[in-house]
């Protein structure tokens, strides 16, 4: 793209960045809700969601790699570290809606704040991710994510449970 074109289309390589993650962020939110299903338990609700995320990253391995090269890119330019955290700050954010969205669909609850457990989700992730495009072991990265739907589905507690801690 020629200076004048990308100037055009935006004001500072910041501003390219935010548009891009939030791009990325949406086409990963969008992936996933096209799969969980409506009225499910917890678990499989995050299971559906996890292994979405996962087809997501084996569709396109190239992507995630800028992905993550953008992340490192910002954390180490002065000036652009906010873009790392406006990132992060996105996906948790993204991660916690579809959480919230699956507790209010099986009429249940966490047992902590739902950004803590978005934020478990998002490390999960991220963590698979990079080990998915360094071994391409899509049967352990399935593994490991049926283990943290497993681990975090624990951390819901039924309506009425949490009706009692209230009284």
């Known amino acids: 793209m020629s200076l004048a074109?990308?100037?055009y289309?935006?004001?500072s390589h910041s501003e390219m960045m935010t548009e891009l993650i939030q791009y990325v962020v949406a086409g990963q939110t969008a992936a996933v809700l096209a799969v969980v299903p409506s009225g499910?338990?917890?678990?499989?609700a995050l299971?559906?969601?996890l292994d979405?995320?996962?087809d997501y990253v084996i569709g396109d391995p190239g992507h995630e790699q800028v992905m993550q090269e953008l992340l490192q890119h910002a954390l180490r330019?002065?000036?652009l570290e906010e873009l790392a955290r406006d990132q992060y700050d996105r996906y948790r954010s993204a991660v916690a809606e579809l959480l919230g969205d699956a507790a209010a669909n099986a009429g249940v609850s966490w047992s902590i704040p739902v950004d803590e457990v978005a934020r478990i989700v998002v490390t999960v992730t991220d963590g698979v991710t990079l080990g998915w495009l360094a071994d391409r072991d899509t049967e352990g990265a399935r593994r490991?994510?049926?283990f943290a739907a497993d681990a975090v589905a624990r951390l819901v507690v039924s309506s009425t449970a949490t009706e009692g801690m209230a009284s």
């Open 52 to 54: 979405a995320f996962l």
């Open 77 to 79: 330019t002065p000036g």
């Open 47 to 49: 299971m559906a969601g």
């Open 144 to 146: 490991i994510l049926a």
């Open 9 to 11: 289309a935006f004001r």
């Open 5 to 7: 074109s990308f100037h």
């Open 40 to 44: 499910a338990d917890v678990r499989s």
